[in-house]
């Protein structure tokens, strides 16, 4: 595959997360898909990457995990079975 359908299949799921964390913050559903390009290879890829973002994923962009390192700073016992030194 070319490099710009890889892109554009990145941009798909780029701009679905995108768009699951604006939805969330305003508290509606996820708009369908945009038009990204009026080349149709381009924007079926789009549409595959769209499509491709998981559940986990979009938690994820919503929720994002919290840092180790504050974790690691804030758990003495964490610390100490991973024997770091602080």
């Given at each position: 595959m070319g490099r710009?359908?890889?892109?554009?299949?990145?941009?798909?799921?780029?701009?679905?997360?995108?768009?699951?964390?604006?939805?969330?913050?305003?508290?509606?559903?996820?708009?369908?898909?945009?038009?990204?390009?009026?080349?149709?290879?381009?924007?079926?890829?789009?549409?595959?990457?769209?499509n491709s973002v998981?559940?986990?994923?979009?938690?994820?962009?919503?929720?994002?995990?919290?840092?180790?390192?504050?974790a690691l700073r804030?758990?003495?016992?964490?610390?100490?079975?991973?024997?770091?030194?602080?």
């Amino acid at each position: 595959m070319g490099r710009n359908w890889d892109w554009s299949f990145n941009q798909g799921k780029q701009r679905r997360l995108e768009a699951e964390v604006l939805a969330d913050k305003a508290g509606t559903q996820c708009s369908p898909p945009p038009l990204h390009s009026h080349d149709a290879t381009m924007q079926h890829r789009f549409i595959e990457g769209w499509n491709s973002v998981s559940a986990v994923d979009i938690q994820r962009a919503i929720n994002p995990p919290p840092n180790i390192g504050q974790a690691l700073r804030d758990n003495k016992r964490l610390r100490d079975l991973l024997r770091i030194n602080t």
